[in-house]
Nanobody, 115 residues
Framework: QVQFVESGGGLVQPGGSLRLSCVAS????????MGWYRQVPGKQRELVAR???????DYADSVKGRFTISRDNAKKTVYLQMSSPKPEDTAVYYC?????????WGQGTQVTVSS
């Protein structure tokens, strides 16, 4: 069973910065498309950013120009650099890996943007 473990969440001030990490347990990490999602209570989980196995990226309109997704295949890790976060970015952030039609989710990490 493939596992993904997020870290790096916490409290950040508006306009600050925070970097989330997600480490994979699989040695086939480079073949996975990876994504960061977020969810607030009472709402559906939504896509924040994704990066393919080939390195192509895509972002939700709400975070374009502020968040950056990247990956380090040697470290089996995907990152989400959050710059200039806003209070509305407060959520539980999840990473997801997919390969061959199978999806694997991490357990989530809480991000709170507040002064």
């Amino acid at each position: 069973q493939v596992q993904f473990v997020e870290s790096g969440g916490g409290l950040v001030q508006p306009g600050g910065s925070l970097r989330l990490s997600c480490v994979a347990s699989t040695n086939f990490f480079s073949g996975y498309n990876m994504g960061w999602y977020r969810q607030v209570p009472g709402k559906q989980r939504e896509l924040v950013a994704r990066i393919t196995s080939g390195g192509s990226t895509d972002y939700a309109d709400s975070v374009k120009g502020r968040f950056t997704i990247s990956r380090d295949n040697a470290k089996k890790t995907v990152y989400l650099q959050m710059s200039s976060p806003k209070p509305e970015d407060t959520a539980v952030y999840y990473c997801k890996g997919d390969r061959g039609g199978l999806n694997f989710w991490g357990q989530g990490t809480q991000v709170t943007v507040s002064s």
